[in-house]
C-alpha cells in the first residue's frame, strides 16, 4: 500500500542509522530530502541508489499537494531531513498534517533525535520536560522567556553557535544565572562536549571559547 514514511538519518554518527532505515530508503519510489546534497552523501556511504526531490521550508506549501498526489497514484514516498527526525525542528510536519487530511497513510520510523541524548545525559530530570525548540529571533522573545522561566520542569533549546552568548545571556537574565544548566554540542560527532553547571559558569566558558558546532541546551525547570 502507498504510504508516506518519516525516515530518521543521524545527527553525526553515520552508524546510527538503522537497519529498518536503511531498507526504506531502499524500498520507497521517491526520497523527499531537505538538502539533496546532503542527503546524497549518506546515500552514497549507504551505497544506495534513489530518486530524491528537493522538500524543504522554502518549497514544502507548492510540493505538498503534488506529494500528496504522488502518493494516491501508488507510489510510497520517503522523507528525510538533513539529520535527525523529520518534523523536529525541521520540515515534515506540514507534509503529513495534509496527508492525513486527504486519507493518506503515514508511517513514522524511530531513530535519531538531538533532545533526547543530551536531555538524558544532562544529568538533569528527564521524567518530565518542555521541549522549545528554537527561540524566536527577535520578536516575541523575551515574552517566550518569561513564560519558561515559570515552568518546573526541565527545559531543552535547540541553538545555532553564533547566538549561544546571547542566549545564555538572556536565560540568566530571565530564568536566573543559578540555575543549572547543559550545553551540549556536537553530538555524536569527534569532538562532542557537555558542559555543565550554572548559567553563570557555562556562559562565561562560552565567552572565553567560543562555541562551534550544533548545540542543544538543557536547562533545570523553576524550583518550588
Not at 556562559?203 to 523553576?222: D, N
Request: overall charge neutral; charged content about 25%.
Amino acid at each position: 500500500m502507498s504510504k508516506l514514511v518519516l525516515i530518521p538519518t543521524p545527527i553525526g554518527n553515520l552508524g546510527d542509522i538503522t537497519l529498518r532505515a536503511i531498507e526504506t530508503i531502499k524500498s520507497v519510489d521517491v526520497l523527499l530530502a531537505e538538502d539533496t546534497r546532503q542527503t546524497g552523501k549518506l546515500l552514497k556511504h549507504l551505497s544506495i541508489d534513489k530518486k530524491m526531490w528537493a522538500h524543504h521550508s522554502h518549497n514544502e506549501h507548492k510540493s505538498t499537494n503534488s506529494i500528496i498526489e504522488k502518493i494516491q497514484g501508488g507510489e510510497t514516498v520517503g522523507l528525510v531531513s538533513d539529520a535527525g527526525t523529520p518534523g523536529i525542528s525541521d520540515p515534515g510536519f506540514l507534509l503529513v498534517r495534509e496527508c492525513l487530511k486527504a486519507g493518506v497513510e503515514v508511517e513514522t520510523l524511530p531513530g535519531a533525535t538531538a533532545f533526547v541524548p543530551a536531555l538524558v545525559g544532562s544529568g538533569l530530570p528527564s521524567d518530565k520536560f518542555f521541549f522549545e525548540g528554537f527561540l524566536p529571533h527577535k520578536k516575541g522573545r523575551h515574552t517566550r522567556l518569561k513564560f519558561l522561566a515559570e515552568l518546573p520542569c526541565t527545559i531543552v533549546f535547540y541553538e545555532s553557535p553564533h547566538r549561544l552568548i546571547k542566549t545564555l545571556q538572556q536565560i540568566a537574565e530571565f530564568l536566573g544565572e543559578e540555575r543549572q544548566i547543559c550545553v551540549v554540542r556536537e553530538l555524536t560527532k569527534m569532538f562532542e562536549t557537555f558542559h555543565r553547571g550554572t548559567v553563570a559558569e557555562v556562559q562565561k566558558y562560552f565567552e572565553e571559547t567560543p562555541p562551534k558546532g550544533e548545540i542543544v541546551i538543557v536547562l533545570e525547570g523553576k524550583l518550588s
